[in-house]
């Protein structure tokens, strides 16, 4: 029943992608990234962004596990790499577990699911000993306290830079070299057209003219379920 829901919903209502802009790159690699961040452009076409996996943002002190201990968040260092000349895919890719895009933060995006592909982390917070799960930027490490990543709307992020009454401002960017967006479409509303993926194509403050780009949403799913570009990998690291 999934494949034929996705199908259905990715059938481009939303309007087919457009082309992809000469400055795609460079408008992303100029993006608010965190200052600790590295950000570099290859010749062939590839975005290239490292961090040591500590967001620029507060964090808790410490943060509940699925098996009743607590974790701080530590330092893990990673490099990604991203396609700046996406191609549109004939057909979705369910996203993964594990990383699936980079967030300006240094945090990055995780799909909507914990570790078991089922477990939807925004719907299942939990405390031990006062001590959450998932943080108010609905956030959290891995159960090593590496790999600080996003189930959804990462709020400490789109409360400084998204304005009211106006579209989200870029947060980020997926393995398939689409973009992401925080839950405001035009005129500051969600928007009514996303896609199985949680995609649509239009105008956002970065790219004057409309381009094919993701948004994170705060009913579900929350995170990107698929990806509409093609992808080398679905997801990088451990899940969870
Ligand atoms: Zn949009
Ligand atoms: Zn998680």
Redesign the pocket.
Known sequence: MLPLLLAAGCAGDAGEPAEIPSDYAEIISAALWADDMTVSLSDDDMLTVGDDGVPDHDVLEAYALMDGTTTPVVTSTYTMTFPMAPVVATETTDTSGGAIGVAISGGRYFNPYEGDGTTVALDSNFEVDGVPFVDSCNAHPLPDGGDYHYHGVPYCITDVIDTDGA??RLIGVLLDGFTV?GP???GGSP?TDLDACSG?T???PEFADAVY?Y?LTETAPYSIPCYRGEVESTGMGPPA
């Open positions: 579209h989200s967006y405001w479409g035009d928007p649509h239009g105008v956002t780009h948004h």
